[in-house]
């Protein structure tokens, strides 16, 4: 999927929480897994969530995320968000967000099944 832009980084201290959004030029309707992403210095890109736009609407999130990250979308499914609470300076990253067509009810937080990345958007989380 082309034409996704991520925004709403920045930077706060530990325990707090920001709310990226990723846009798309169209909404998308059929069945895709949208996911988030995020690439430390000097690290490998890893995935932090991901989610089917289909009627399963599942769900799933990396192990250092989960409880305190929450993926959705927005009713005219053209925007995807990832709420991040609690925010640890480990969480410091570039955020990307990707997608790609899914026609059965699951996702993957694997970072080849996607592409087209975007620049991303910085988040700092200082302590």
């Known amino acids: 999927v082309q034409g996704l832009a991520e925004s709403g980084g920045g930077s706060v201290q530990a325990g707090g929480s920001l709310r990226l959004s990723c846009a798309s030029s169209?909404?998308?309707?059929?069945?895709?897994?949208v996911g988030w992403f995020r690439q430390a210095p000097g690290k490998e890109r890893e995935g932090v969530a991901a989610f089917h736009t289909g009627p399963s609407g599942e769900k799933m999130y990396g192990d250092s995320v989960t409880g305190r990250f929450t993926i959705s979308q927005n009713l005219a499914k053209t925007t995807f968000f990832l709420e991040m609470n609690n925010l640890k300076p480990e969480d410091t990253a570039v955020y990307y967000c990707?997608?790609?067509?899914?026609?059965?009810?699951?996702?993957?937080?694997?970072?080849?099944?996607?592409?087209?990345w975007g620049q991303g958007t910085q988040v700092t989380v200082s302590s």
């Open positions: 990707s997608a790609f067509p899914s026609p059965g009810p699951w996702c993957t937080l694997f970072v080849g099944s996607y592409g087209n």
């Open positions: 169209g909404a998308i309707y059929s069945r895709h897994c």
